[in-house]
């Protein structure tokens, strides 16, 4: 008889390089992964395959994160196929990066509407149907540029800025089910929102790193799959890099 899965773990933005990261840690302690994608459905495909040749329970699940009834749909398809959420990982996230003055609306629309709303319509989801189980865990994935407010960054600064006063709101509003409502800030990592920096620019990162060293997929992941598993942590920010702020 096959024992089934531990816990449902959503994860949004799965087909990136910190959700491909995190679906790996999660899946080998044997839980159900709901793969989220939508730019690179091929990616989330391969995910699916992948895990399924080792034993894994998983399916894949596309959203346009930017429309509220598709992230609707996606998360009563998911609560259909398995009865429950236990987890969320808001890893969905883009950048577009122009001085202040140069970004156009079309810009800043995109990225609030993925980084910000799209998280928000995945909380609000999500929320509700953890309510029906009694309890959950959701992990934001934000970013220490919601502190520091990089030049060229401001739409994705006030993104995560936004997603950080949504965790801590959420956490407040639903701790008594208990859902718990925490924010990760991996750090600086190699993947495809940053491989568009040039040399001096992940120079000038890594220096600003107390250890001389950036965070690792490897770390990260394996510190978000830690902290799903603790009970008595809600409303919190975690810096996962060594620069202060």
């Excluded at 840690?25 to 391969?46: E, P, T």
């Excluded at 799959?225 to 919190?236: A, C, D, E, N, R």
Aim: glycine content about 10%; proline content about 2%.
């Amino acid at each position: 008889m096959v024992s089934p899965p531990k816990r449902i773990v959503v994860i949004a933005g799965a087909s990136g390089g910190l959700g491909q990261a995190l679906s790996e840690v999660f899946a080998s302690y044997g839980d159900a992964i709901a793969i989220h994608a939508y730019q690179n459905q091929s990616c989330g495909r391969k995910l699916v395959k992948r895990f399924r040749a080792k034993g894994g329970e998983t399916e894949l699940f596309l959203a346009n994160f930017k429309d509220s009834e598709s992230v609707r749909q996606m998360f009563d398809k998911i609560f259909d196929r398995w009865q429950r959420i236990d987890i969320l990982i808001n890893n969905a996230g883009v950048t577009d990066d122009h001085l202040l003055i140069q970004t156009k609306e079309t810009s800043w629309e995109k990225v609030i509407g993925i980084n910000l709303t799209g998280a928000f319509f995945c909380l609000r989801e999500a929320g509700h149907l953890m309510q029906k189980n009694g309890g959950g865990h959701i992990i934001n994935i934000a970013s220490i540029s919601a502190y520091t407010g990089p030049i060229g960054q401001a739409s994705y600064a006030a993104s995560k800025r936004g997603l950080i006063a949504l965790t801590q709101s959420a956490a407040l509003e639903w701790g008594k089910i208990p859902i718990q409502v925490n924010a990760v800030l991996p750090g600086f990592l190699t993947s495809g929102m940053t491989v568009h920096l040039s040399q001096s620019q992940r120079e000038k990162i890594v220096q600003e790193n107390l250890l001389g060293k950036p965070s690792t997929l490897q770390e990260v992941s394996s510190f978000i799959f830690h902290l799903s598993t603790m009970k008595h942590v809600s409303g919190q920010v975690f810096n996962l890099d060594s620069r202060i702020f």
